[in-house]
């Protein structure tokens, strides 16, 4: 609630030229507080870092490309709960919103880690309910705190593999290829996601069919 109280959606919709049909990905940032999901956010938008960010939730739009194709990233920095409320918690309209799921901790806060564990068990148990998959990228954040170190890269990755995501260690203060590889790589997680929905819904199609010349109902 006090997220909703405090948060302010805006749009940033940059121009997009030609008549090529653009693909969209809805992109959901999570994860605890001051982990760096505006920094994140900000760094793949504009390329900077900027420091300080406040606290406003955003969704923004974003055109790129992606092996020669116009792509839009629809990206939503969400604002952490707080004061107590359930941090890992994802709404209904976060999880019914997002093609893929970016979850981000610090390095140096093992309890952000802990939400992050927490949010790929709620993402895929909704998703399970949904009969539908969503990819997430799990991005240790703050990689250029080195000293102040409490979750190790092989927590994160062990974390990812065993959860079927993908895996990032990166410093958004210091790099923006990283953050960009972040963001694209998970851009190419959702398609092939939608390649695989289709490619079901195809052979689900060819069932249904024989199904029809055979006499035998088909159910979902
Ligand atoms: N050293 C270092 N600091 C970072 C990095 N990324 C973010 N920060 C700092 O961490 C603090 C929090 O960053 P934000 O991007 O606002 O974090 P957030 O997760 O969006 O925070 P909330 O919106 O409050 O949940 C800021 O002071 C950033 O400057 C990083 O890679 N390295």
Redesign the pocket.
């Known amino acids: 609630m006090v997220g909703q109280v405090r948060s302010r959606i805006c749009y940033s919709i940059k121009s997009m030229e030609g008549n090529q049909q653009k693909v969209e990905a809805n992109i959901l940032v999570l ?1 605890a ?7 994140l956010t900000v760094r793949f938008l504009t390329r900077r870092f900027i ?3 406040g ?1 406003i939730e955003s969704i923004y739009s974003h055109a790129d490309q992606i092996d020669g194709r116009d792509i839009c990233f629809n990206i939503w920095d969400s ?2 709960q707080q004061n107590g409320e359930e941090s890992e918690r994802i709404s209904d309209r976060q999880l019914q919103w997002a093609d893929g799921y970016i979850l981000a901790y610090s390095i140096c806060d093992r309890a952000s880690f802990n939400v992050v564990q927490q949010q790929v068990q709620c993402i895929r148990q909704a998703k399970q309910k949904l009969a539908s998959t969503a990819p997430i990228i799990i991005v240790g ?2 990689r ?2 080195q000293h102040l170190r409490t979750v190790s890269s092989e927590e994160g990755r062990l974390l990812a593999l065993s959860a079927d995501c993908g895996y990032f260690e990166v ?4 790099t923006y290829h990283s953050v960009l590889m972040v963001f694209h790589q998970l851009f190419v997680l959702v398609r092939e996601a939608r390649a695989f929905k289709k490619g079901n819904a195809g052979f689900k199609g060819i069932v249904r069919s024989m199904s029809a010349v055979f006499g035998r109902k088909w159910t979902d």
């Open positions: 994860g507080e001051n982990v760096g999901k505006s920094a420091g300080e960010y606290d604002l952490c954040n703050k250029d705190l410093s958004a203060a210091e």
